[in-house]
């Protein structure tokens, strides 16, 4: 049985119904792409992608380590 396609989904930001045809499609308005863009550009939305670098994984553990031992991030130096 051949899937249908699909002519409508949900507005990602205000989950409105959202025609194929519109103009601002996958969006119902500009303002929300303009609020989507805005997240993207402040950091809102991240792609987060597996670590493969040994030392980056080395440094993530030692910092994990380090806020273990102190959660507060205060030195016991004084």
């Known amino acids: 049985m051949p899937k249908k396609k699909l002519l409508s989904l949900r507005c990602p930001i205000c989950r ?3 025609l194929r045809t519109q103009e601002d499609f996958p969006f119902c308005s ?3 792409r303009t609020i989507d863009l805005g997240k993207w550009a402040s ?18 553990a030692e910092q994990q380590s ?11 130096e004084q």
């Open 16 to 18: 409105t119904l959202v």
């Open 30 to 32: 500009d303002r929300c």
């Open 43 to 60: 950091g809102g939305y991240v792609i987060s992608t597996k670590i493969n670098d040994p030392e980056l994984l080395e440094d993530i």
């Open 66 to 76: 380090k806020m273990k031992q102190d959660p507060d991030g205060h030195s016991s």
